[in-house]
């Protein structure tokens, strides 16, 4: 009777601690506050573009306290990392709580003194920059 106690007691502490773990990995931070990216004049005029992925840790009050970027241009991980740090979240559970998006960068058109960004979100996964030469339809 008490290996079945103790493999039961066992089996229940398994649970418990798995549907903890999958409870902390599922949650969702959610965004508070936005800062809409640009796309720098610095890297639209060295024609670069690219995919940013952006590793940030949110404190316990739902603010980014570090970010590093990687997978691109030097200028568009800093432009990335500066930005994220801007964002608020709500107050995650535990803390602090890693989360990743990635940034894209994205020219359109021929160099132009002219040229207007835009910003498209599809949260939590990416954010989409994209310099396009023009005026921005209002």
């Known amino acids: 009777m008490g290996a079945a106690m103790s493999r039961f007691a066992t089996v229940c502490i398994v649970l418990l601690l798995s549907s903890t773990t999958f409870g902390q990995t599922g949650e969702s931070v959610c965004v508070k506050h936005i800062e809409v ?13 690219g995919k940013v992925t952006v590793s940030f840790t949110i404190d316990a009050d739902g603010k980014v306290v570090e970010a590093k970027g990687t997978g691109a241009p030097g200028v568009l991980c800093t432009q990335s990392e500066m930005n ?3 964002w608020t979240f709500t107050k995650p559970t535990s803390a602090p709580r890693v989360q990743t998006i990635v940034y894209v960068y994205l020219l359109e058109g021929p160099p132009s003194d ?25």
Not at 37 to 49: H, I, Q, S, T
């Open 37 to 49: 990216p640009e796309f720098g004049p610095l890297a639209r005029a060295a024609r670069l573009a």
């Open 84 to 86: 994220i740090r801007l």
């Open 114 to 138: 002219h040229y207007y960004s835009h910003a498209t979100f599809d949260l939590p996964e990416q954010v989409t920059i994209t310099s396009r030469v023009g005026k921005p339809d209002h």
